[in-house]
């Protein structure tokens, strides 16, 4: 698989070479060679771009998504546990749920600017907005479609409480869970560089939207290139989590 990826990923780039650098089909104005982007990523790298250097900004972004990811989806699969247990629960709060559902995350900006200023906590807000939804569904889903003879094997058993939540109910529902976490995982990384483009001091929004300001194709490929980077690692690092939760899904 890994030798795969590699070479998918030499491809690209010999055809993003040929296409620009080569032939010149592709104007440098309207995107970049791949000489022109290492040179903008050695710029902010090592002299820096946008109020900081790459490593500032990327440590700035990643902090953000890690708070709202972790904060919403224990919450979202919290809640999602309980709407899918309980009828009361579900009957209580589904109707705000749907209610607020359709609105998108990025309509929440304004309003957390308003509330919160600029500010960190600002964007963390709309980054909990945006990964709330996707684990909440996903995880009452998943516990609705939990076997009925297993539920019912449980309760001839008389497994109840706690017990019925750690044994039946969450095992039952983390395939489905897992794939509220990558959704929601998905949201934050969308979610976070909208919020940074505007009141950013730094992050890889902020790179994107100086570059854009500055008419710098190269060094938005390197803001874009940023956020698949640290996306691909985070979604590695919770697929990881996925194996070690369900050890049986890899035999």
Request: hydrophobic content about 60%; glycine content about 8%.
């Amino acid at each position: 698989m890994i030798l795969r990826a590699v070479v998918a990923v030499c491809a690209i780039v010999v055809v993003w070479w040929l296409l620009t650098s080569e032939t010149g089909l592709i104007s440098p104005v309207r995107f970049p060679s791949p000489s022109d982007t290492w040179a903008a990523w050695q710029q902010i790298l090592w002299h820096g771009y946008a109020n900081a250097l790459w490593y500032q900004h990327a440590l700035q972004s990643v902090k953000l998504v890690i708070m709202g990811f972790v904060v919403a989806s224990s919450l979202g699969v919290a809640l999602g546990l309980a709407m899918g247990a309980s009828r009361t629960i579900e009957t209580l709060v589904n109707p705000v749920f749907l209610f607020l559902r359709p609105i998108p995350p990025l309509a929440w900006i304004p309003l957390a600017i308003v509330w919160l200023g600029l500010g960190d906590t600002a964007k963390i807000m709309v980054i909990f907005v945006a990964a709330f939804v996707p684990s909440v569904i996903n995880t009452f889903s998943g516990v609705r479609q939990i076997d009925q003879p297993l539920l019912e094997a449980s309760a001839m058993l008389d497994i109840r409480g706690w017990r019925f939540w750690r044994e039946v109910l969450i095992p039952g529902a983390l395939p489905s869970i897992f794939t509220g976490l990558r959704l929601s995982l998905q949201a934050s990384w969308t979610t976070l560089v909208a919020a940074e483009l505007v009141g950013a001091i730094a992050g890889l929004g902020q790179i994107l939207n100086q570059a854009s300001q500055d008419i710098y194709p190269a060094m938005i490929v390197v803001g874009m290139m940023s956020v698949a980077l640290f996306g691909w690692l985070m979604t590695l690092g919770l697929a990881r989590l996925e194996s070690l939760a369900m050890p049986w899904r890899a035999l």
